[in-house]
């Protein structure tokens, strides 16, 4: 005869927790906890270091992503074997450890050895977003009043902090590479180049640029003759983009508006540009946006719609836990099939479409560069807990547009005429890829 609960696995320790979440076993990963123990290989360069019982709270009670970013940013859990400010080689590892929450038996034998006093959640970071059902007590997802916090919590986190990461362009979208060899400044211009030579811009003409950020843009098209207006929520984004606008002679040209793009009155635009907007609109508001920024334009006129995707049209758009929590909060992405169908459904006649999924690859391996270079002083701008989101952030979003989980298209479109004048447009493409 037995007795009760002799049959019961022996408790795991915290370090045979943290690997139960890496279903992949004999990967070169290895883990240590406070409570002495080990698992995984001991030569391993890379792993994770489970440093306090607080950091297993936070495991335990948030199971997935958001719990480690939880235990990350406060500094309970470190990464092993990388820098802070570019841990793309270790979740790259972790990618390929396939970790997700372990089977029912085994999340069993988790819950058990961990014990009662880890399953009372506590408090998370304060870098952390409101839940969504608490965000929507303060008002419905996509209101003007929760658009602008959103873009607060994620843009206004200081305009020296985005210099050191961004660079001298202060382009936070997507870099075009000419060639592999090319510099991150060299990418951004590009972009800009390319964007211009799409909306055929030229010497006199009007453009308006939704979600401007900085004004890279802007002062892009200012700077060859261009009347240029931008619109952005960020304050700190205006700011920053007024004082260049004026730095750089080009207040006769270029105007930055801190407000909502619903808000710009003016019509008759010879081309609109929404680089990195449409991430922040919400699906279900895509047909007022793309109506809005058809309205803006003059017969003929061309849209240019620059921004985030995901590789098909069928999955949930909302972002997952750790990006609605500490990136993005409400953001939402959805396929380019739906962005183009949006757009006709508007009144636009798509012409071209294309795919820069490994150029967003790049220019976020050359983010991560610039905050491991400029890492002490970034920790000083914001501080410790911050920098490691940031961190986390850009190098799990790389390893995202590298395996496909997300895409980046532009998508460029003419407001045509009630008879299908869309102004002598060249019958093939203009530009220079």
């Given at each position: ?52 019982p607080r950091g297993t709270t936070y495991l335990a009670t948030a199971p997935g992503e958001l719990g480690l970013a939880r235990a990350y940013v406060s500094g309970d859990l470190q990464a092993r074997g990388v820098h802070p400010g570019d841990p793309y080689p270790l979740l790259k590892a972790l990618a390929a450890a396939q970790l997700r929450r372990p089977p029912a038996r085994t999340m069993f034998d988790v819950l058990r050895s961990l014990g ?222 739906r962005i183009i169908t949006e757009a006709q459904d508007a009144g636009l006649e798509v012409l071209h479409e294309e795919n820069l999924r490994r150029h967003y690859a790049l220019t976020l391996r050359d983010w991560c560069g610039n905050l491991v270079e400029h890492w002490d002083e970034a920790v000083a701008e914001v501080g410790p807990a911050t920098a490691k989101v940031w961190g986390l952030y850009l190098a799990g979003s790389r390893l995202g ?33």
């Amino acid at each position: 005869m037995t007795t009760a609960g002799s049959n019961r696995s022996p408790k795991l320790s915290v370090a045979e927790i943290l690997e139960a979440f890496a279903p992949r076993t004999g990967l070169p990963l290895r883990f240590t906890a406070y409570d002495g123990s080990t698992a995984g290989p001991a030569d391993a360069e890379l792993g994770l270091d489970l440093l306090t019982p607080r950091g297993t709270t936070y495991l335990a009670t948030a199971p997935g992503e958001l719990g480690l970013a939880r235990a990350y940013v406060s500094g309970d859990l470190q990464a092993r074997g990388v820098h802070p400010g570019d841990p793309y080689p270790l979740l790259k590892a972790l990618a390929a450890a396939q970790l997700r929450r372990p089977p029912a038996r085994t999340m069993f034998d988790v819950l058990r050895s961990l014990g009662i006093e880890h399953l009372r959640p506590v408090a998370p970071p304060p870098q952390e977003a409101l839940p969504r059902w608490r965000r929507t007590l303060e008002g419905l997802r996509h209101s003007r009043r929760r658009d602008a916090e959103a873009i607060h919590h994620h843009y206004d986190v200081s305009n020296r902090f985005y210099e050191l990461v961004l660079g001298p362009s202060m382009a936070y979208t997507c870099a075009c590479y000419p060639d592999s060899e090319a510099t991150l400044e060299q990418a951004q211009e590009n972009k800009f180049r390319l964007v211009y030579d799409k909306l055929r811009l030229g010497p006199g003409d009007r453009l308006l640029d939704v979600g401007c950020g900085w004004g890279g843009m802007v002062r892009y098209a200012a700077h060859r003759g261009v009347r240029a207006v931008g619109v952005t929520l960020s304050r700190e984004q205006a700011v920053w983009g007024q004082k260049a606008v004026a730095e750089e002679g080009l207040a006769d040209l270029a105007e930055i508006r801190h407000g909502d793009y619903r808000d710009v009155a003016e019509d008759g635009f010879d081309a609109v540009s929404s680089i990195g907007l449409t991430e922040h609109i919400g699906v279900a508001n895509y047909p007022s946006y793309f109506g809005f920024l058809q309205s803006r334009l003059r017969t003929s006129g061309l849209l240019l719609n620059h921004c985030i995707t995901r590789p098909d049209n069928s999955s949930t758009a909302l972002a997952g836990g750790f990006i609605d929590r500490y990136i993005f909060p409400d953001g939402e992405l959805t396929g380019s099939g739906r962005i183009i169908t949006e757009a006709q459904d508007a009144g636009l006649e798509v012409l071209h479409e294309e795919n820069l999924r490994r150029h967003y690859a790049l220019t976020l391996r050359d983010w991560c560069g610039n905050l491991v270079e400029h890492w002490d002083e970034a920790v000083a701008e914001v501080g410790p807990a911050t920098a490691k989101v940031w961190g986390l952030y850009l190098a799990g979003s790389r390893l995202g547009f590298e395996t496909n989980v997300v895409q980046l298209h532009q998508v460029l479109a003419v407001k045509a005429g009630p008879d299908g004048d869309d102004g002598g447009l060249p019958l093939r493409p203009w530009w220079t890829p």
